[in-house]
């Protein structure tokens, strides 16, 4: 049986102000809003009911803001060790006391993802001052409370060129996974500053230090689909011979395997993307996947390159970073280099 994701936001409250932050983008005041303990009991209640209809397990990916920051949070952390639910937190270093960690691992938390978004100045550019070494620093603290931890990269223009030496750091300080995603721009801001073949060459150059770093313990996620794309051409990977009719086999997930809730109950195909598909508050999260308005998300036909293509069934790039460009979820992948 599959896993369907949850990217589940209980709260926006956070210490940090990120300079890619959907919550806090265009400089706005912002009304913080968080689920409320009988909120969080529906929610949690709806996406078993979905994963029992569509016949997937369900797995939670918690964040926020910063989901320690809730009020109600370990009455949360109840609620999943009660149930056995698999889940990763998503959120930021300041919080993580040994004895926070500890209380974590058990109440059942597998990983906690962390981020990094360039080095040392770059990164608390981006984000706070002391919080690039606060993030190092928390690698090792989980892992003293048995805790993977996985670290995100967000990839831009500004810190493009500094990833290469991210990874190494990744690796010198044993995180357990690494992955980056493309940055997508917000606002009036329609440009992230790569070209394909910019963002081709960071594929190439992080796939050398992947190389590199094989039997580290490491393990690299290939998040971004067009990493499909690169290892096609290098004949790493095949479209296999065989294949079913109107299956959709890889490639992005957004109203496949993944939905993501927001703190008043808006169900989004995509976090990274204006999406809203629904409302778990209001709504069955069956009846929201099942219905129209999702449905729009799977019209893989209608995307204006990838229709076209012989990887459209493993790859379509990322749909979210081409509306932040278009306003067009079906428009190409401006990082797509293939012609």
């Not at 996620?221 to 690169?230: I, P």
Request: charge should be positive.
């Amino acid at each position: 049986m599959e896993y369907f994701a949850f990217q589940w936001h209980i709260t926006d409250r956070c210490d940090q102000r990120c300079r890619h932050c959907y919550i806090f983008s265009g400089n706005k005041p912002v009304r913080i809003r968080e689920m409320s303990r009988t909120e969080i009991e529906s929610v949690f209640d709806n996406c078993l009911d979905m994963c029992r209809k569509i016949n997937r397990i369900p797995y939670f990916y918690i964040t926020g803001g910063d989901p320690i920051l809730h009020s109600r949070f370990w009455d949360l952390m109840t609620l999943l060790k009660t149930t056995g639910i698999r889940f990763t937190l998503l959120g930021n270093p300041f919080h993580l006391t040994g004895d926070v960690c500890r209380r974590l691992k058990e109440y059942g938390c597998e990983r906690y993802q962390l981020s990094i978004d360039g080095l040392r100045e770059t990164h608390d550019s981006i984000r706070r001052p002391g919080s690039f070494d606060a993030t190092l620093d928390k690698i090792k603290v989980l892992h003293g409370a048995g805790i993977r931890c996985a670290v995100m990269t967000t990839v831009s223009g500004i810190n493009v060129d500094e990833i290469p030496g991210i990874i190494d750091l990744v690796v010198k300080h044993k995180a357990d996974v690494f992955a980056f995603a493309r940055y997508c721009p917000a606002g009036t801001e329609k440009s992230a500053g790569l070209t394909p073949q910019r963002y081709r060459d960071l594929l190439e150059a992080c796939w050398q230090k992947f190389g590199q770093y094989r039997d580290c313990g490491t393990n690299f996620n290939l998040k971004d689909h067009l990493w499909t794309l690169f290892l096609y051409e290098k004949k790493r990977f095949r479209i296999p011979e065989e294949l079913e009719d109107n299956v959709i086999y890889e490639g992005c997930s957004c109203a496949n395997n993944h939905l993501t809730i927001l703190p008043k109950g808006e169900v989004y195909a995509c976090r990274r993307m204006e999406s809203m598909i629904g409302n778990a508050f209001r709504e069955k999260l069956f009846n929201i996947f099942m219905g129209e308005k999702t449905d729009a998300y799977r019209h893989y036909d209608k995307f204006e390159k990838c229709a076209g293509c012989e990887l459209k069934r493993f790859c379509r790039g990322c749909p979210a970073v081409a509306y932040s460009y278009t306003g067009n979820f079906y428009a190409a992948d401006p990082q797509c280099w293939k012609q």
